[in-house]
């Protein structure tokens, strides 16, 4: 294998459940995979995320299936179909619900600490 790419098995990736946010995800590339320039994760999410506001300097979801609301405080509601692309720049405050399938990058990578939850934020 050239150390210019990297094949990865998306059935081997591990899932981890994020009950609080009725969501698994699998990491794709992490922070450590990039040397910090962007991570992409795999997500189904069938509910509601809570609140948050991003720290990451771009956040990019698409969506693969299913139909997802974004709600963007101070800005818009978007309703998102298959093969729709949301952009997020650093700072929004924004909740997702839905039922489906997204993968989502962050730029530069997503660490730990980069989501702040809105918890008392009445959306």
Request: glycine share 8%.
């Amino acid at each position: 294998m050239s150390s210019f790419s990297r094949k990865i098995d998306f059935s081997e990736l591990p899932e981890i459940a994020e009950p609080a946010n009725d969501l698994v995800l699998k990491k794709i590339l992490t922070n450590l995979d990039s040397s910090g320039a962007l991570s992409i994760s795999w997500v189904a999410i069938n509910g509601s995320h809570e609140a948050l506001i991003s720290h990451s300097q771009l956040r990019i979801y698409l969506v693969m299936s299913g139909n997802l609301s974004v709600t963007v405080i101070g800005s818009n509601v978007h309703s998102l179909g298959k093969n729709d692309v949301l952009t997020l720049s650093r700072g929004s405050h924004y909740s997702l619900t839905g039922v489906g399938e997204y993968i989502v990058v962050n730029v530069p990578a997503f660490e730990e600490g980069d989501d702040e939850y809105l918890d008392d934020y009445l959306m």
